[in-house]
């Protein structure tokens, strides 16, 4: 007979090992759940469509702190994404995965050079669209990091930069990005910039350049959407 030690020990086990895979599951249903109960607009999706007509993928760049409405707006389309290695990256990757999603694996804090191979051979070399957020995992907050500018740049693909907003939502973490999560019943809106250009960038720092840009453009949209529900 085991001693309640024991017992303790086995119940910790059993709980570590089925955690992480009822988490993916939960989160699955839920965002299945929320975006079909919603109400779910999209702006100038012709900005992305465009895009895809010319140059046959694109690069969609979003804030990591509304990285679950990206996953759940765009869900079930064979959208490419960076995913690291940490914990909470691994049960986004898996929920993203379960909704359509392909993994490319790494991130700036961990195998970076591995995710950045990764995604230039995606985008060298297939019709595909790559989804990226562009100041995770780690921030500042909405300053968008070299990969995205490196990836478009060297690959000559578009950067399409999204705004979401949600009008019932969550914030789930006190952390850096002001992550949330969208709630049942919300009215939700995703904005579509105008594609910023690798080939407008031929100066003597074109990635640099690139990036700028690239920032600018998303506080813009971003900035639409953060003010989308406060509108009269």
């Not at 909405?142 to 578009?158: D, E, F, S, T, W």
């Amino acid at each position: 007979m085991n001693s309640p030690r024991q017992l303790r020990k086995s119940i910790k086990a059993r709980w570590k090992r089925i955690r992480l895979p009822l988490e993916v599951w939960l989160g699955e249903k839920y965002l299945r759940a929320t975006f079909r109960c919603g109400v779910n607009r999209y702006i100038d999706t012709e900005n992305l469509d465009r895009t895809v007509s010319r140059y046959g993928s694109a690069i969609l760049s979003i804030w990591h702190g509304q990285l679950m409405g990206g996953i759940g707006m765009m869900r079930d389309r064979g959208i490419h994404t960076i995913v690291g290695y940490h914990r909470d990256a691994e049960i986004a990757g898996r929920i993203a995965r379960r909704l359509g999603f392909h993994l490319i694996r790494g991130s700036s804090r961990d195998r970076g050079g591995e995710a950045l191979s990764g995604a230039l051979d995606l985008m060298e070399n297939s019709d595909a669209q790559l989804a990226i957020t562009c100041d995770g995992p780690i921030g500042p907050y909405r300053k968008a990091k070299p990969g995205v500018a490196i990836i478009a740049h060297r690959a000559q693909v578009p950067v399409v930069p999204i705004g979401i907003n949600g009008s019932r939502k969550k914030i789930i973490t006190t952390s850096w990005d002001n992550f949330y999560l969208h709630l049942p019943f919300s009215k939700n809106v995703i904005l579509f910039d105008e594609p910023v250009y690798p080939e407008d960038y031929n100066g003597s720092e074109p990635v640099n350049a690139m990036l700028r840009e690239i920032e600018n453009r998303m506080n813009r949209i971003q900035g639409r959407a953060d003010y989308y529900f406060k509108q009269s």
